[in-house]
């Protein structure tokens, strides 16, 4: 059972920085990607940005050049660094991941976290 812990949110000033971290519970999970989303209300989950296990590095349009993502290999944790932020960005943000664990044979996953709430106030 793989579960995902995130941590960081909470309300902020715009123009203020939060640091989202994300964290795999399970030691044996081997991480292919791992990166964030979010939800606003009324509106559909987006994508903001993930990182692979290379490092190689994506993000969505509205976290261009402000957000910055970057991965703790050894601890299976993610982090989210978010500048410059706007009331748009206000959004639940859920960590995913996906990768293979062995159960005993590998196995392809795909896991979803419970959520981070960011509010940014005007």
């Known amino acids: 059972q793989v579960q995902l812990v995130e941590s960081g949110g909470g309300l902020v000033q715009a123009g203020g920085s939060l640091r989202l971290s994300c964290v795999a519970s399970?030691?044996?999970?081997?991480?292919?990607?791992m990166g964030w989303y979010r939800q606003a209300p009324g509106k559909q989950r987006e994508f903001v940005a993930a990182?692979?296990?290379?490092?190689?590095?994506n993000y969505g349009h509205s976290a261009q050049g402000r957000f910055t993502i970057s991965r703790d290999g050894d601890k299976n944790r993610v982090f989210l660094q978010m500048n410059a932020l706007k009331p748009e960005d206000t959004a639940v943000y859920y960590c995913?991941?996906?990768?293979?664990?062995?159960?005993?044979?590998?196995?392809?996953?795909?896991?979803w976290g419970q959520g981070t709430q960011v509010t940014v106030s005007s």
């Open positions: 995913n991941t996906e990768g293979s664990i062995r159960d005993p044979n590998y196995r392809y996953l795909e896991v």
């Open positions: 990182i692979n296990s290379e490092g190689l590095e």
């Open positions: 399970e030691a044996s999970f081997r991480i292919n990607t």
